[in-house]
Nanobody
Framework: QVQLVESGGGLVEAGGSLRLSCAAS????????LGWFRQAPGKEREFVAS????????LYAQSVKGRFTISRDNAKNTFYLQMDSVKPEDAAVYSC?????????????????WGQGTQVTVSS
């Protein structure tokens, strides 16, 4: 059973940067595709980014493309979301997820394992 724990959330100024981490334990995620999702108050959960098993293929929501970067370090069993040029509308609880499939996906229902989330607050 894989457990995922996010870290790195907090308060960031609009235009600033933040890096979220997601550490996996209880099993390896080397063969899993990984993803980040977010949910703002009163809104549905939203796909942010996904990265394939090998790390060479990634997918981004249009709203974050060019500003956010997803990456993974299989040796550390950890993956990341680098958030640059952060906007007020990026404020949300960010959750990492892993799916027992090597391919990227934006569909949250295809992810098996989820972290509890980390809050990102943006000051304008």
């Amino acid at each position: 059973q894989v457990q995922l724990v996010e870290s790195g959330g907090g308060l960031v100024e609009a235009g600033g940067s933040l890096r979220l981490s997601c550490a996996a334990s209880g099993g390896t995620t080397v063969t899993y595709a990984l993803g980040w999702f977010r949910q703002a108050p009163g809104k549905e959960r939203e796909f942010v980014a996904s990265i394939a098993m090998g790390g060479t293929e990634s997918l981004y929501a249009q709203s974050v493309k060019g500003r956010f970067t997803i990456s993974r370090d299989n040796a550390k069993n950890t993956f990341y979301l680098q958030m640059d040029s952060v906007k007020p509308e990026d404020a949300a609880v960010y959750s990492c997820a892993a799916r027992n499939n090597r391919m990227i996906s934006s569909n949250p229902s295809t992810y098996t394992y989820w972290g509890q989330g980390t809050q990102v607050t943006v000051s304008s």
